[in-house]
Each structure stands twice: as structure tokens, then as C-alpha cells.
């Protein structure tokens, strides 16, 4: 077992730099557990590009859900992200169906369906970024703080949708809702051709404050939550500054932290919780 937690470890390592680099602030007991939600997390959000077409991509999700409901058993003992996920399940009394409603949000994304509205948005963000938090902080205190949960991982959900705009719009996929788009006149077919325009700017700049929002309504709780669950809201240190960096930046222009200034962002706040939501 203690190679599968390895596994997920090096796993997270990889794919998700800054959940890896903030579990290194957790107990060092609690570190396997982490990297075995944050690797379970990492395949189902990798499930489009691993798997290209919707038909598979629903397929490896089933499988997925059908794990964390008990079924396939002796397949789970052969995958480790699979196997260390349920015994952290089993250890920390981590809810399946809050596992199984992140699964499906993530169905979106096998498809180029756009987000149609603002209010989906937020919903795909609360069952993806603010359960995982929420799980998280479940991991390291027996509470799942969904008071503080909720707020920060929309506003972490939302921007990371934001950064990511220019490569989901390159394959046709389209998180900002299409409420927005109208609002703000801009044409998918424009759209989708690569030509921006005033319009796209003030409907991401609209995005942008709805997540700055969040962020300042998360305030009070995450200073209210002890410190034993600061590691679950680390990364949300990130959201501020990549909002500040894409309102000065081209709408289709990608837009990326450096790795060094991620990782001092993380650690500050570590030291400094205060500076989580700011």
C-alpha cells in the first residue's frame, strides 16, 4: 500500500505543482492521504486528454464512480491511485457521493457543449474546486468547512478557468457561459476563429470580479478555520495574483505564474494565512 501512496505522490508532483507543494505545509501523517485525493483528482481531470473522444472519456469517469461505490474491487487493488484513494476514504470517512458529484461535474469537459450559464459556472466550481478543499480540510481537521470551502473554491474554479481560456478555446471548448457572451455581444463563430474583441475583454474582465468576489467573501471564514487546515486553502493564495496578471494581459493571450513566484506565493501564505484571500 505504502507504494500506491508513493505513486500518487510523485503523481501530484507532476501534474499538480501547487497542491504538491502545499501538502508539504501538512503533517507528514496526513501527507499520503492528500496526495491520494489530489492524484484522484488529477485523473479525472486529465479523462478528456488521456481519452480524446467523449465515449471513452465516459468510460474511464463509470469506472471511477463505480470504484468509489465499492464495485471493482479487484481492479482497484491493481490501479494505486485507486487503492489509496479508498483507503483514505476508509481512514478519514471522506463521502462517496461528495467523490462521485466531483466525477460528474467533470462530464462537462468531455464535451464542447459551452457553459451556458453563470449560475452552472459557479455550480461546476463548488463540485469540483470547493469539495476538494472541502475534503481536504476533512483530511486534516474531521471537518469538511464548507463555510470557507465554498467561496474559495469558486473563486480558485473560476479562475483557473479563466487562465486556462486560450487552450479550452484552441480544442472549442468554452467554460465562459454563453449568458455572458451575449451579454457583452460577442459571436462564437468570431470567437472561435481567434479574433477577440472589446466585448470578449469586458465579459472576461466580468469573470474576473465575479472570482474577486468569492475570494473577498471567503475572508472571514478561512480566518476563522484553525490552523491545522490552512494546507487545504494554500493554493487559493494563487487566485489574486493570476487575477491581477490576466487583467493585464490579451484575452487570448495565455497566462502563466512562474514556478518559482507560485511556489512564494504558497509559502508566504503559509506563514501569513491573512494573505490567502488577498
Known sequence: MQDAFSYCAELVRAADRDRFIASLFAPAERRGALHALYAFNVEVTRVRDVAHEALPGEIRLQWWSDVIDGQRAEEASANPVASALLATMDRYRLAAARLTELIEAHRFDLYDDPMATVVDLESYARRTSSALI??????????????????????YGITGLLRAFPVHLARRQLYVPQEVLERHEVHLHELFAGRSSTGLAAALAELRERARGYLTASRVPVSALPAAAIPALLPVALVGPVLDRLAHSPPLTPVELVPWRRQWLI?????????ITR
Do not use: S
Not at 468547512?145 to 473563486?155: F, K, L, R, T, Y
Open 134 to 155: 472541502a475534503l481536504t480540510t476533512q483530511i486534516l481537521t474531521g471537518e469538511g468547512a464548507d463555510v470557507a470551502a465554498e467561496p474559495a473554491g469558486i473563486a
Open 267 to 275: 509559502w508566504r501564505a503559509a506563514r501569513n494565512p491573512a494573505r
